[in-house]
């Protein structure tokens, strides 16, 4: 069956009927919990209270029955304007959050084992299955903690079909290897892959011979590079970055051209929401992705001689990544990636937008020049 993507903090926004017939269907497996959120929008064309003070603003407003809109409960979390959503009979929408239940979750994937063959816990997230062929390991990536068993040279020599609960965690934190057996949780929930079959293959995979210091086969942060041959590559690296508006200097280097003013001003805007997120003390997943059309609107509203579009933003700031990537590359040697220091990713409604990455980036102060 056809299944929404299964993340922790995922968010739908304005959710079909058909889609909560199927997390109706999850919760009862036990795999995710859910809220569904009724809101509306401190700025929408459609309200009659249009325009608010900030007409450009994209706050949302949770109604919650415990609120009292005669005492100005309600109030915008981006603007802090009242709204009024009864009096002003505001267009409402709803918003679909959920996430994975671990143990739920656990408790499908050892009932999928034990049909299987017999099964003994060696740790947290880590399974033996007596296979008809053989024994094989399963290894649920986000819950196990040995290293051992991360390892790409246990992987290597002993049967062993990985799953991840969490669907990004498997496109984009698992090791990019042909031979590893892999799979995701909503996989094999709606049949694309079988688990048995998964095993079978596990244990008649070929391995590299492994002539050099394992990497993990998951990283808890970004997905460890690794080539034939093997580089030498810090997964924990990280880079120092300092910004005065008028030059970006990462690890010391001047990382931009003198003719970059456009790509300055854009870096501007996801810099100044980066220290608002980091004085906030907002955890690193909950660092604020801002869209293409929302840089668009900001870079506009401080540059009104200056006309751009969306367009013209995502083309700046991809030529903005890319120009730093390769010139740390060339003149440090990093293992810098295009998203390093800008990531490129999709935020909780599903729309692709921008950040400094929280992960990978260092604050340092600028220096007198």
């Known amino acids: ?102 143990e739920g979750a656990l408790s499908f994937l050892q009932e999928e084992i034990e049909a299987i063959g017999s099964m003994r816990a060696l740790t947290d997230g880590v399974y033996r299955c007596d296979h008809a062929d053989g024994e094989v390991i399963v290894c649920v990536v986000e819950v196990c903690e040995h290293p051992k068993y991360l390892s790409r040279d246990y992987v290597a020599s002993t049967p062993t079909v990985v799953v991840a609960l969490h669907d990004r965690n498997a496109e984009l934190r698992l090791l990019e290897e042909p031979w590893l057996i892999k799979t995701s949780l909503s996989q094999l929930i709606r049949g694309d892959q079988d688990l048995a079959s998964l095993m079978r293959d596990a244990l008649h995979a070929q391995p590299p011979v492994l002539t050099h210091t394992s990497v993990p086969i998951y990283n808890k942060v970004i997905t460890p590079l690794y080539h034939h041959p093997p580089e030498q590559v810090d997964s924990d690296v990280q880079f120092q970055v300092a910004f005065n508006g008028e030059q970006i200097l990462i690890n010391g280097i001047e990382a931009t051209g003198a003719k970059a003013t456009a790509q300055l001003k854009i870096f501007g805007i996801l810099w100044r929401q980066f220290l608002k997120d980091v004085m906030g003390n907002k955890p690193a997943d909950e660092h604020q992705i801002i869209t293409a059309d929302k840089l668009t609107d900001a870079f506009q509203s401080e540059n009104a001689d200056e006309v751009v579009d969306a367009v013209t933003v995502r083309r700046y700031l991809n030529r903005l990544r890319k120009m730093m990537m390769e010139l740390i590359r060339k003149q440090l040697g990093l293992p810098i990636m295009q998203d390093s220091i800008i990531e490129n990713l999709k935020n909780r409604r599903g729309q692709q937008g921008y950040r400094i990455n929280p992960h990978m980036v260092l604050i340092r102060a600028p220096q007198s020049r």
């Open 1 to 102: 069956m056809k299944m929404l993507m299964l993340e922790s903090g995922w968010s739908v926004d304005r959710p079909s009927d058909a889609l909560l017939l199927e997390v109706a269907k999850l919760e009862e497996m036990g795999v995710i919990t859910s809220d569904l959120y009724t809101y509306v929008l401190c700025s929408n064309p459609e309200d009659r209270d249009y325009p608010p003070p900030n007409h450009l603003c994209s706050g949302r407003v949770r109604l919650v029955d415990s609120l009292d809109e005669g005492a100005d409960d309600y109030r915008c979390p981006e603007c802090n304007h009242p709204v009024y959503p009864e009096y002003d009979e505001k267009q409402t929408f709803q918003e679909l959050c959920y996430r994975v239940d671990q």
